[in-house]
């Protein structure tokens, strides 16, 4: 994609998003100024496979939003912007958005990498909701984390494929950028504490054609008992129907520590087998608030709506997070804004959630793959997120 195409892809999208969802809104607003959202979805690299979820949960958050008064009495408009590409690009975008859009909060579903930069750029002027799995200790002035945490994620499998797996010696794989290597130094810590070991770690460049063969054949040497990834949308698909192809699957237990529905049905059935993950939401979840959420989402977009994952729920959950921390606070200050999350309930696609120390404590779910569903083996109750800051 070329650099003059894609900030007018950029523009273009923003425009059809903000007008799609203020078209139910209108009437009821009349002069109400709006409140504009600069919205970072991944719509191109290996994550793009997120986009069409991200995009409908988060279309249909603020169609609910603006029917209930919007934010603060303002009408909500979502400004999509690209963030599969550079961080580098996505910056420059956010740049754009705060000087020329004038946004009154950034939400961000995407990288690591990306969410530094944007950070790095935006210096705490705008709130910034960052709602995806990621490595936890963001505290950053005015940054509100609402994602899986390693303490939330990966500590439940490894205990779990210590003592039901007796899992040994681990592989630990990866996407070669901030997510993947901070992720995996609290991993390492946790095999440890239970007994483990790490025979083998590697990484590689995010979103290259990678076919994973050799990767394959250093983990069919090693022999490990399990296999801990943190390969990102089609990376983890290639790797992990490269892994079954070599028969690994057989007798290797894997994790993905971000494995939802979308990269499931990339994987597919035939890949899919001693295959893990643990999350804080899954779409066939049968407790109250997902299947209320699940019917909510089928009823707007059909049968026919993009598969509904954590990866998209994280955005509709990230507006609702935005309509009570505004309104709490009252203001837009970072002071208020920050103060006001402490201890704020709202509600999630998994339930009714609190922030503390503007993290999210969650119940999580450790499901195993039978073809391409999530069965649940264990659920664990209010699992701490591990960060805890300072307002």
Known sequence: MSQLFVPARRRLLSAAAGSAVLGAGLPVFAQAKEFKIGFFIALSGPAALFGPTQRACADLAAEKINKAG?????PVKLLFTDAGGPPAE?????VRLMLEDKVDLFIGSHDSATREANIATIKGRVPYIYSPVYEGGECSPNVYCL???PPQQAQPAIEFFA????AKTYY???????WPRKSNEQVKKYVAQYGGKVIGEEYVPFGAPNKFE????RIKAAKPDAVVSTLVGADNVNFNRTFAGFGLDKTIVRMALLLEENTLLGIGPESSGNLYSCMGYFANNSADAPRKFKAE???RYGEKAPQLSTIGADCYAALNLAKALFEKAG????AKLMAASEGLSFDAPSGRVTMRGRQVDKDMYLASCSGTNFEVVRTILAVPSGTACKA
């Open 70 to 74: 919007g934010i603060m009495g303002r």
């Open 90 to 94: 996505t910056a420059k975008s956010a």
């Open 147 to 149: 994602g899986e945490t």
């Open 163 to 166: 003592r039901e797996k007796q």
């Open 172 to 178: 630990l794989i990866g996407d070669d950028y901030v």
């Open 214 to 217: 050799e990767a394959v054949t």
């Open 297 to 299: 989402y089928l009823a």
């Open 331 to 334: 203001a837009t200050s970072s």
